[in-house]
């Protein structure tokens, strides 16, 4: 269980650098929705951090090959999504800023039309 310092780290952090946003995915020619948080950086270390708090894994570390200009340090990310990111979504939006907390209402709007 989290306590209210890790739950509010987990909350500036994300405020700053993660991004919450729907998951779009194709099967059988219908369009799926699904709520998305995605978290990255560099700093291996930080990133362990969020993905033991989300309780997921870190993914990477990838290179350069996909931002231009080009990456020159490793990069790392981890994300939740589906049922686990909206709970964390409707866990965290007290601790948000209005834009985030506006991009959470979004993203919850589209998931429950879609239910």
């Given amino acids: ?3 209210l310092n890790d739950l509010r780290w987990l909350a500036g952090w994300l405020e700053g650098e993660g991004c919450f946003s729907l998951h779009k995915q194709i099967h059988a020619g219908k369009l799926y929705q699904y709520p998305r948080i995605v978290a990255g950086s560099t700093d291996k270390d930080v990133l362990q951090r969020v993905a033991q708090l989300l309780g997921v894994k870190v993914l990477g570390p990838y290179l ?3 931002k231009r200009p080009p990456r020159k340090k490793p990069f ?3 994300s939740v999504t589906g049922t686990g ?5 409707m ?3 007290t601790l948000m ?5 506006a991009r959470i209402r979004e993203v919850l709007a589209v998931w429950r039309e879609g239910h």
Avoid: H, P
Avoid at 97 to 101: A, F, N, Y
């Fill in 91 to 93: 866990t965290l939006y």
């Fill in 97 to 101: 800023g209005q834009r985030r907390k």
């Fill in 1 to 3: 269980m989290l306590d």
């Fill in 64 to 66: 350069g090959l996909t």
């Fill in 85 to 89: 990111a909206t709970e964390w979504m």
């Fill in 76 to 78: 790392y990310e981890c």
